[in-house]
């Protein structure tokens, strides 16, 4: 069996390093990495990716979690997706001045410049990531949006009632924007404690499915960024148990691997078709708004 792996390339600018750390910036890849890159190819599009089932693949994307790192300037966005950045995140835990985040609890959500950076982000084809944003933001963007959006580290809010979890009325609208919420592991989301199991896990894939239907779940764990996980779900290694509860509960091969893999990918996929006929009827949108500094915000390097 041919085995292929997939990443998009890293690279570093002076645009970039605005949401890494400093010390990366203007300066290549540590020659230690190249172990890990060598073998990974750079892609540009879900076109470049072989959907074959007998080429396996690992993609990897650049996302930009926080809208603040593209500073409201739309120029700024646009350097990022040529620098390989393929979703952002509106918000992370504060607001931007734009897009309010999940820590919000007034009943803003996007602003005019916000929906701009959302039609921005379609036109370009980057997936637009809801997830740490508050509901108000949720259901402006689903709006406004044009492409499927994506979740990319929630839950489910009926099952566990913290903020940055999906509230019914949101999944609800997934059917008709055809993106997916892609459930996050961690115990505080899942369980509202400090445990959480598998099987509360596959739970909240199931109350997704119940309300929003088996093409809009995916797998969002957020390994990387939590720092308890549920027993049985300790790491990457564990994710055939998951799926093997799926199927224990009734779901059909096809359906597992529309949560494994093919939901996402096919959100990718329309999400480019939706690019490629705005850029052909839209101009780059060079909006300004006065710049709005907002500390708080930003990355504490
Ligand atoms: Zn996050």
């Known amino acids: 069996m041919p085995r292929e792996r997939f990443l998009i390339r890293w690279t570093s600018s002076n645009a970039l390093c605005r949401t890494t750390r400093p010390r990366s910036c203007g300066q290549p890849l540590p020659k230690t990495w190249n172990w890990l890159f060598q073998p990974i190819k750079s892609v540009g599009s879900v076109t470049s990716l072989s959907l074959s089932r007998f ?44 897009a309010h985040s999940s820590t919000d609890t007034t009943s803003n959500g996007l602003t005019d410049f916000g929906r701009r950076v959302v039609l921005e982000m379609n036109r370009l084809g980057m997936l637009v990531d809801i997830s740490h944003v508050n509901n108000y933001t ?50 505080g989301f899942i369980n509202c404690s400090s445990t959480a199991s598998l099987e509360q896990v596959a739970d909240h894939i199931d109350h997704i499915r119940s309300v929003a239907g088996v093409d809009h779940i995916g797998i969002g764990a957020d390994y990387d960024g ?27 091969d096809s359906d597992v691997a529309k949560v494994a893999r093919l939901n996402i990918i096919r959100v990718f996929q329309e999400a480019e078709e939706v690019s490629i006929k705005l850029q052909a009827e839209v101009a780059p949108d060079n909006t300004l708004i006065s710049p709005q500094p907002n500390q708080t915000c930003r990355p504490d390097f």
Request: charged share 15%.
């Open 226 to 252: 939590i720092d308890r996980v549920p027993y049985g779900l300790e790491d990457v290694s564990k994710y055939p148990a998951l799926f093997a509860e799926l199927l224990r509960r009734g779901y059909s």
């Open 138 to 187: 949720m259901s402006d963007v689903l709006a406004t949006s044009k492409a499927p959006v994506i979740f990319s580290h929630s839950s489910a809010y009926a099952l566990c009632n913290n903020s940055r979890n999906v509230p019914d009325n949101i999944l609800m609208k997934m059917p008709a924007n055809g993106g997916v919420v892609m459930v996050n592991f961690y115990p």
């Open 55 to 98: 080429v396996v693949q690992i993609a990897s994307l650049i996302g930009v979690e926080g809208g603040h790192a593209i500073s409201s300037s739309l120029g700024t966005l646009r350097q990022l997706y040529e620098l390989g950045a393929r979703y952002m995140t509106l918000t992370h835990t504060c607001n931007t001045p734009w």
